[in-house]
């Protein structure tokens, strides 16, 4: 299974963009990026997920490079409530349950 | 509607005994997964059910297994615990496997061994 990088931690200031990397240069054509959060031990919250197209909900955006080897979660407009740990994987079409989750990102969100 | 329901919420077992971990998901989903957060290891793959079949499987000794339901509630059995099972075990589900669906993941039971 594809494996991800992300950074361990990132600050943002609230209101301000906050911008994840993710690095997933081994990626199969027929996997998908998904990104999840998770706030104080709860279970991890789904966010977005892409192939290879951008795509936009009413959480986040996320912009997968052209070769597909690496991807941002923008959070246009972080809140306090946004601190989390996000976490960035790659699901394969077949197995799509057996995701390998990385340490994730430790996103704080700063008034 | 309702999202994906694990019971018991806290849980604590003395070393050898076992224990069972219900997760019922949400109405109209047929894949479950099941994960073991530590803060050591992080969030590690169990095993995966559709259709009452075991799909995938992660890398647990054979103390851990699961079953599904024909009604895709499931069910995981970790027997003569150790201490090192002390973790927070999540469910997760999904419509079904492919991987363009989402999976919705539960609140965790928190499972302490003393």
Same mark, same amino acid.
């Given at each position: 299974d594809a494996k991800t990088t992300q950074p361990p931690s990132m600050d943002c200031a609230e209101g301000r963009a906050a911008n994840l990397p993710c690095n997933? =240069? /081994?990626? =199969?054509?027929?996997e998908y990026v998904y990104w999840y959060r998770q706030i104080h031990s709860q279970g991890p919250q789904y966010i977005i997920h892409g192939l290879k197209n951008n795509e936009t909900n009413e959480m986040a955006s996320l912009i997968i490079t052209e070769d597909r080897k690496s991807s941002t979660l923008i959070l246009p407009h972080a809140t306090l409530r946004d601190t989390a740990v996000y976490y960035c994987i790659v699901r394969p079409n /077949?197995?799509?349950?057996k995701s390998t989750f990385g340490d994730g990102t430790t996103l704080t969100v700063k008034p | 509607k309702a999202g994906v329901t694990q019971t018991p919420r806290y849980l604590i077992k003395t070393r050898g005994q076992q224990v069972t971990l219900s997760c019922s998901p949400i109405s109209g989903h047929r894949s479950v997964s099941w994960y073991q957060q530590t803060p050591g290891q992080g969030l590690q793959f169990l095993f995966e059910y559709f259709s009452e079949t075991q799909r995938n499987k992660g890398n647990?000794? !054979?103390r851990f297994s699961g079953r599904q339901f024909s009604n895709s509630r499931s069910e995981m059995n970790v027997s #003569?615990?150790?201490? !090192?099972?002390?973790a927070l075990y999540l469910c997760a589900s999904s419509? #079904?496997? !492919?991987?363009?669906y989402g999976y919705t993941f539960g609140s965790g039971t928190r499972l302490t061994v003393v």
């Open positions: 997933h =240069s /081994t990626i =199969s054509g027929n /077949t197995n799509a349950g | 647990f000794p !054979g #003569t615990l150790e201490l !090192g099972d002390s419509l #079904t496997m !492919g991987a363009n």
